[in-house]
C-alpha cells in the first residue's frame, strides 16, 4: 500500500495550492478518502473528506469555503484544492483512508501518507 501526497510548498497569504495523493496497492473507489493536517505543537485536524464515488464531501469549518476535496477514481488520486491561504494553514497534510470527521492520530488506523508540508507566509 502507498499513498504519496505532492504539490506542497511555500505560498503568500491569500494564494492557492493543489495538492494530490497518488495510492497504489488497495481498491482505492472502495475506501472514503481524507484530508488531514498537523500544525506544530499541535494535535491532528480533519479537513475534509470524499465519498467512494465523489458524491458526497464534507468539510471542517476551519476549510469550509476555501478547500475542495476530488477524486479520480481512475487515476487512484484524491486532490485538494486549497485558496484563500492563510497563515494558519501551515502546517503538514496527509491523506488518508478515514472517515470523515476523525479525530485520532496520525496513522492510528486506515491508510496514511507520509504527507506534504504546506507554508503560507509573506
Known amino acids: 500500500v502507498q499513498l504519496v501526497e505532492s504539490g506542497g510548498g511555500l505560498v503568500q497569504p491569500g494564494g492557492s495550492l493543489r495538492l494530490s495523493c497518488a495510492t497504489s496497492g488497495f481498491a482505492f473507489s472502495n475506501y472514503w478518502m481524507t484530508w488531514v493536517r498537523q500544525a506544530p505543537g499541535t494535535g491532528p485536524e480533519w479537513l475534509c473528506s470524499i465519498y467512494t464515488d465523489g458524491r458526497g464531501t464534507y468539510y471542517a469549518d476551519s476549510v469550509k469555503g476555501r478547500f475542495t476535496i476530488s477524486r479520480d477514481n481512475a487515476k487512484n488520486t484524491v486532490y485538494l484544492q486549497m485558496n484563500s491561504l492563510k497563515s494558519e494553514d501551515t502546517a503538514l497534510y496527509y491523506c488518508?483512508?478515514?472517515?470523515?470527521?476523525?479525530?485520532?492520530?496520525?496513522?492510528?488506523?486506515?491508510?496514511w501518507g507520509q504527507g506534504t508540508q504546506v507554508t503560507v507566509s509573506s
Open positions: 488518508a483512508t478515514v472517515l470523515p470527521y476523525y479525530s485520532g492520530d496520525i496513522a492510528d488506523s486506515g491508510f
